[in-house]
């Protein structure tokens, strides 16, 4: 039964850009930058009928390409930080795109998610890591050139049950082209 979410992927250079932040945090488990990414719609353990059935209504999507910008890093978890992400600004054309998804995902049948959507790339996943030594880190590490890229397609990712962090597959792509 596959896991499946879809996002966008991270070009490769914005990857090595993201990778030299790695290091320098006790507690962090570093996401190897091949499975960078901007999850748009967790979409969770599925069966095979119900996996090709998602891939087939993904293509209805309708939408033009758009930048993405990523602009520092931050945490989530407050006083019990879980990871150390970089922010990536909402835009427009992004919140629509991962509302049209979430709909789609809703008439599926599938629950509705549960949190609030805030596009970001995680970098570390944080273990026992104190507020104080994110908060440091974030000092030091914490602000980096914004980049950009432009988002052409978006993809539908795969991954086997872990404790996050990949290894992700590219299951299908989606090309943003309207």
Not at 25 to 50: C, K, M, Q, S
Request: charged share 25%; hydrophobic share 40%; aromatic share 10%.
């Amino acid at each position: 039964m596959p896991r499946l979410f879809t996002g966008l992927e991270i070009p490769a250079d914005i990857g090595q850009t993201l990778s030299n932040l790695r290091g320098g945090l006790p507690g962090a488990r570093w996401i190897d930058p091949e499975n960078y990414h901007v999850t748009l719609r967790f979409i969770g353990d599925i069966d095979g009928l119900w996996a090709n059935e998602i891939a087939s209504m993904l293509f209805r999507v309708n939408r033009k390409p758009f930048e993405v910008k990523l602009k520092g890093l931050s945490s989530f978890g407050g006083r019990k930080p879980r990871a150390v992400v970089a922010s990536v600004e909402p835009s427009r054309p992004l919140i629509e795109l991962q509302a049209e998804l979430e709909r789609m995902m809703q008439r599926m049948g599938l629950d509705p998610e549960g949190r609030k959507f805030t596009p970001h790339v995680t970098l570390a996943r944080l273990h026992d890591a104190s507020s104080q030594d994110v908060a440091d880190y974030l000092s030091v590490r914490g602000y980096f050139p914004s980049r950009s890229f432009m988002a052409d397609r978006f993809v539908l990712y795969s991954s086997r049950a872990s404790t996050g962090g990949g290894p992700y597959v590219v299951e299908d792509a989606y090309a943003l082209c309207a």
